[in-house]
């Protein structure tokens, strides 16, 4: 091109186009800026309104009904609906995730909650125990509870059950010292609740040969004989503090929910360790959530009502805070004392005060044959998105998946 016509193009009219230009360029660049941080703002905004109204949920659970079967459900579907929340923000803002600091949480979030993986398959052992218990009670409702008379025959045979019930529970209390161990988890399923294995896949075939007094609970068990449900605890809690104000201003505030995640994951394994029975059961987990957040109040509320019930002196040494388990332990309990108390013939005073107390006993077993398996699915289900979501975290982060 002629340097005539190069300099002709360059007409003042032309040049204050071309400014216009670089500046508007400018500007919606900044509007776009704005406009992500504006939306981003707003995203995490939602998720902690939407955490606060979950567990508000939550605590609005009479007494009775705290760790309950249907209590402790509810409570991992809140933790799967804040998880997928969770995970789709670190997807939307995945930029934001891959620089240090945030880079260096997420990885501590996904490792910690490897850890929980251990307590997922210690709970679904306690829930298998809970299944031996209700078979137990089921002996006792058949043995008083389908009869025109009730004899002495029957009676004998619903004492030896709650004996073996008594024992068990009992048994349960000393950290289950005693029971054969053998690794299971919740990999592959077959025909049987207890296929789930990978290792000894055959050397068990004499867990089921037995089910009376020392023998009802050789149900192996998925975690190590001197795993700690306790020390796990503590392992997932340790050094779960709140964001500071340089890692908030760094991360674009995604810090926070990084930690308020943390703090739920905290939570939900020590609810599911209060309530079902499990190796070295212990609560003892330091909760480091200022009261001011809004989402903290009603999860610092149900941990101190959960520590409360621990303390009564009739939970105290409970193999399990679940409501059932009370149930199990305070029917047990009474019709002990019947038994040793009655005599034959039954008086009609005596037999209805037996069949009272046998239709608590069906209320307790309906209880639990409609609330076990649903929980042990859910169990299942937290295990596996926990995997999925640390498997999805780690490869966006550019890093290998099977470290553990």
């Not at 024992?167 to 161990?181: F, T």
């Not at 690794?183 to 049987?192: A, I, K, L, Q, V």
């Not at 040494?317 to 034959?344: P, T, W, Y």
């Not at 209805?352 to 609330?371: F, H, M, P, T, W």
């Amino acid at each position: 091109m002629p340097a005539t016509d190069y300099q002709g193009s360059s007409s003042p009219s032309s040049l204050t186009h071309f400014g216009r230009s670089i500046l508007s360029l400018r500007q919606e660049q900044v509007h776009s800026i704005s406009m992500e941080g504006s939306s981003l703002e707003a995203e995490l905004e939602s998720f902690q309104q939407h955490v606060t109204d979950r567990f508000l949920e939550l605590t609005s659970v009479v007494h009775d009904d705290l760790l309950s079967l249907s209590w402790v459900g509810k409570l991992l579907h809140c933790f799967l609906c804040c998880q997928e929340e969770f995970k789709a923000i670190l997807h939307s803002h995945r930029a934001q995730v891959l620089r240090p600091p945030l880079d260096r949480m997420v990885s501590e979030y996904f490792e910690r909650s490897v850890k929980a993986l251990d307590v997922c398959n210690a709970i679904r052992d306690g829930i298998e125990q809970i299944r031996q218990w209700q078979k137990l009670l089921e002996i006792v409702l058949y043995a008083l509870g389908h009869q025109r008379s009730i004899g002495e025959g029957q009676f004998r045979r619903a004492k030896k059950a709650l004996i073996d019930l008594h024992i068990g529970m009992l048994d349960d209390q000393d950290s289950n010292a005693s029971i054969a161990h053998r690794n299971r988890s919740f990999g592959r399923s077959t025909g049987s609740r207890d296929s789930h294995s990978h290792g000894n896949n055959h050397s068990n075939n004499n867990t089921y040969h037995h089910r009376s007094l020392g023998h009802f609970r050789s149900l192996s068990w998925s975690v190590s004989r001197t795993w700690s449900a306790a020390r796990q605890l503590q392992a997932i809690g340790n050094n779960i503090y709140p964001p500071k104000a340089n890692e908030l201003m760094a991360s674009g505030g995604l810090a926070m929910p990084v930690f308020i995640m943390n703090s739920i994951l905290l939570f939900v394994m020590l609810a599911l360790v209060a309530a079902i029975p499990c190796q070295d059961r212990g609560l003892h987990v330091h909760f480091t959530i200022p009261r001011n957040y809004s989402w903290a109040a009603a999860i610092l509320s149900l941990h101190e009502r959960i520590v409360e019930e621990s303390k009564k002196r009739e939970r105290k040494n409970s193999c399990g805070l679940l409501k059932e388990i009370h149930q199990i332990e305070k029917c047990a309990r009474v019709m002990n004392d019947l038994a040793d108390s009655v005599h034959f013939p039954l008086t009609e005073g005596k037999e209805r005060e037996v069949r009272q107390i046998v239709q608590e006993v069906s209320q307790v077993c309906d209880a639990l044959k409609g609330g076990l398996d649903p929980l042990e699915r859910q169990v299942r289900d937290v295990f596996h998105r926990i995997v999925r979501s640390r498997t999805e975290g780690l490869d966006s982060l550019g890093r290998p998946s099977n470290a553990e």
